[in-house]
């Protein structure tokens, strides 16, 4: 499926991956927080992929944004990796990892097959 500049896979019936080719802002986040909500129906925790192309701009308050989105919705995710090479992203991607009962781990580009082998697992 694509959206915007949003790509989805899945790798399995556990995993959706998310790679974003844009720019972020309030509506697409919106759009792929739908994407993801969608995959909720499950009846288990997901595991949640998603690859941030290199020169992609995500703004603080949209950062911020999912950092609410992904709490409010803690439960509903197993492990989540993020594939970026942002630093502010990087960084709110550690602070999840403090906040959420779900795994989270950043990964640069280079090292995007072991992410998926991780989220995999």
């Known amino acids: ?11 399995s019936d556990d995993v959706v991956g998310i790679m974003i080719d844009s720019n972020v ?3 697409l986040l919106d759009e792929i927080h739908k994407i993801i909500e969608e995959k909720f129906d499950r009846e288990k925790p997901m595991n949640l992929f998603v690859e941030i192309r290199e020169g992609v701009d995500i703004p603080v308050n949209i950062i911020l944004k999912d950092l609410l989105f992904k709490l409010k919705n803690a439960a509903r995710f197993k492990k989540i990796a993020v594939v970026t090479c942002s630093g502010i ?5 550690k602070a999840k990892d403090l906040l959420m009962e ?4 950043v990964f640069t580009h280079k090292d995007r097959i072991v992410a998926m082998n991780w989220i995999a697992e």
């Open 89 to 93: 992203f990087q960084k709110a991607m």
């Open 102 to 105: 779900a795994e989270v781990e």
């Open 1 to 11: 499926m694509k959206l915007a500049m949003v790509s989805t896979f899945e790798f």
């Open 25 to 27: 802002n309030k509506k």
